[in-house]
Every structure is written in C-alpha cells, then in structure tokens.
C-alpha cells in the first residue's frame, strides 16, 4: 500500500467514527402526564386548598434539617387528586419522598372555569420543622 492509499483508509475509518459519535442519541419522550383534565388560564375560580398535611420526616431528619426547605411542583387536577408531583428543590431521597407523599394527601377544591372543572399548576413549599 501506497502512502496515499494508507491516508485515505484512515481518513475512511477516522470520518466514518465521527459521524457516528457526531449524531444525537434518541430523545427520550417526556414522561406522560397523570392528569387529563385541561389546563387553562386564566380562571373564574381558583382552587382552594383545605388541608395540606405535613410529611412524616424522622426526628433525627427534623433535627438536622431544621429550616431547610423541600420544594415541589404539582398538578391541582380538576379531578380533584394532586398529580405530576415532582421535586425541584430537595434535600434527601427519602426526605423528597416524604414530601411527595404528603403532597398526594392534599385536599382541595379544583379551579373552575365557565363552570367546568380545570386543572391548575402549583409549587408547593415544606419547611422543616420541630
């Protein structure tokens, strides 16, 4: 083999790697809403919250995460159930799983509009506490 010959064949293999390392992976697909009712803004009601109970932290978790904050958001569907949780502030798995936990015990009344139920995002904010 010529010098030449020797460049191309490794120009062959060198282009042919990049091109596969160059395309993008396959997008994995959003993950699927839980709550189907429409979300619309604005509304004529807004949902009401009438118990938002506190998560289950150990005492040992109380103490040394005094003050600290989890943050969440959610779905208030129009069905009446709080869905779509997800953590956008957390502090330790089984702490954020807590939280989550609390936050599908929520009641609430869901927002209206022209008399039809309505889902509604929310972020949801616990602290901590003794």
């Known amino acids: 083999?010529?010098?030449?010959?020797v460049f191309a064949a490794m120009f062959f293999v060198l282009s042919s790697m990049c091109a596969a390392y160059s395309q993008s992976p396959t997008p994995t697909p959003s993950p699927a809403r839980e709550c189907t009712i429409?979300?619309?803004?604005?509304?004529?009601?807004?949902a009401r919250i009438s118990?938002?109970?506190?998560?289950?932290f150990s005492a040992i978790e109380r103490e040394r995460y005094r003050g600290y904050?989890?943050?969440?958001?959610?779905?208030?569907?129009?069905?009446g159930s709080?869905?779509?949780?997800a953590v956008t502030q957390g502090i330790t798995r089984e702490m954020d799983s807590a939280a989550i936990d609390a936050a599908?015990?929520?009641?609430?009344t869901p927002a209206e509009k022209?008399?039809?139920?309505?889902?509604?995002?929310?972020?949801?904010?616990?602290?901590?506490?003794?």
Not at 70 to 79: D, K, Q, S
Request: glycine content about 4%; charged content about 25%.
């Open 114 to 130: 022209d008399g039809k139920k309505v889902s509604r995002p929310v972020t949801l904010k616990y602290i901590v506490k003794d």
């Open 69 to 79: 904050v989890i943050t969440l958001r959610a779905m208030l569907c129009g069905t």
């Open 1 to 5: 083999m010529t010098a030449r010959q």
């Open 104 to 108: 599908h015990l929520i009641k609430f």
């Open 82 to 85: 709080v869905t779509d949780v």
């Open 51 to 56: 118990a938002k109970p506190q998560p289950k």
């Open 38 to 46: 429409p979300v619309v803004n604005p509304v004529d009601v807004n």
